[in-house]
């Protein structure tokens, strides 16, 4: 069947419309804090440790932009990480590199790294 010129000037725009919509949700976003799983990987200051002593941490506050994120120390992970040394940052500023995963709504650390790269 034959259209007329107006009628497909008419269709190419909303095809268009359509691919760009499936190309940008099949993009889609990252699954993190905001999309409810909270990002995989925090670098920022800390800004609270919470600790029963200097070695025995059992969470930490980092700062990323703007937004601060409650990280948990899992006491079964080895982090092969001095975690008396996280209130060392806290005094400097220095920032952390947290690797962590949501489990039950909460963020627990899977990794912890200087920022820089020194331990």
Known sequence: MFR?????LFTVPWLL?????LVCGACG???GADGGGGPEEIT??????????LGEVT???????????????DPEIDYDYNLGHISEHLSSGAPLR?????????LFATSISDADGDH
Do not use: H, N, Y
């Open 17 to 21: 419309l359509f691919a760009g919509m």
């Open 98 to 106: 947290v690797e962590v995963e949501e489990r039950d709504g909460e």
């Open 44 to 53: 920022g200051p800390v800004v609270k440790v919470d600790a029963k002593s």
């Open 29 to 31: 976003g990252d699954s």
């Open 59 to 73: 969470s930490i506050e980092l700062k990323q932009r703007d937004k601060t994120f409650e990280i948990l120390i």
């Open 4 to 8: 007329s010129r107006s009628s497909r």
